[in-house]
């Protein structure tokens, strides 16, 4: 499951989308920034870091990790990264924790050292339908929630599931939402079976192949379907990030870099992200010649 590459498409493109898997926040809570940042000596990357609008210092900075597996060092080194950051970033004060996970119940270690932390900091975002509250009185679980479930409940229950998302979508506040939602089961099970044809994929959730072709993740996440034209916009991005970064580049780097196939292009997008100067672009060239 291409997970990791997955949560940081989601959030990257629409941060708010954070805050229907939260409660407690004010009703107008919105405006987020978000980003995964490298924390330096270790080189963790966070899965994600939203930021509050400025001006709104009433709402909370929201560190994201999403955990799809056991993981007996789990606790701690969530743990010790919300430390690291907070030391990095001494302007964060109020903060949360949000762990994607299919159960809290997983094996991620002793809570016992961390039990302040887990109790007074950290949000579960649950994605197995059992572990959902079943009372009438419990407040209803999101539809982005019942939406990430699709990563992992069974595969004989995937076309109920969907099925039942495409039912409610329009029911939701604005018809952009709902397209949104029908746009992202897709994405969510393009991440899920990306090793798997479409037609298979598609015929499993009671669903057509053009909703695959539609999605911005078939085109955009995976480098699926995208044609020559948008391999030009890949090094386009590139080209002005990298000027950014390593100031003008030479005719000959530029042209290098326009050369790459789709796949190169779409690498470099992501080593860029912990270049810190023009010798990490040549060495990364160098390399990937």
């Not at 669903?207 to 379907?225: C, H, K, P």
């Not at 530029?254 to 100067?277: H, M, N, V, W, Y």
Request: aromatic share 8%.
């Amino acid at each position: 499951m291409l997970s990791d590459k997955l949560f940081f498409w989601l959030f990257q493109n629409r941060p708010d989308r954070i805050l229907t898997l939260l409660d407690g926040l004010p009703a107008d809570a919105c405006g987020y920034s978000f980003s995964a940042p490298v924390l330096k000596q270790r080189e963790y990357r966070l899965d994600g870091l939203f930021l509050p609008p400025p001006n709104r210092p009433d709402l909370p900075a929201l560190i994201l990790e999403a955990q799809m597996a056991p993981d007996p060092g789990f606790l701690r080194r969530l743990y010790a990264e919300t430390a690291r950051l907070l030391q990095q970033q001494p302007t964060i004060t109020a903060w949360r924790v949000l762990v994607i996970t299919p159960s809290r119940h997983l094996d991620f270690g002793d809570p016992g050292p961390v039990a302040e932390f887990l109790e007074r900091r950290l949000h579960w975002v649950e994605l197995q339908p059992q572990r959902w509250p079943q009372q009438p009185a419990q407040p209803a679980i999101p539809l982005f929630q019942r939406l990430l479930a699709l990563l992992v409940q069974p595969e004989a229950q995937i076309p109920t599931a969907v099925q039942g998302l495409r039912r409610e979508a329009p029911l939701l506040p604005t018809p952009d939402e709902a397209a949104d939602l029908l746009t992202l089961i897709p994405t969510i099970l393009i991440a899920r079976f990306y090793d798997r044809p479409v037609e298979e994929i598609a015929a499993m959730a009671g669903i057509t192949a053009d909703d695959f072709t539609q999605s911005v993740a078939y085109r955009q996440i995976f480098g699926l379907g995208k044609a020559e034209g948008e391999a030009k916009g890949e090094a386009k991005v590139a080209l002005r990030q990298l000027g950014r970064l390593c100031g003008p580049l030479s005719p000959d780097t530029t042209a290098r870099i326009k050369a790459l196939p789709l796949g190169k292009l779409e690498s470099l997008a992501d080593a860029l992200l912990d270049f810190q100067g023009p010798a990490d672009l040549t060495a990364w060239l160098a390399a990937n010649a």
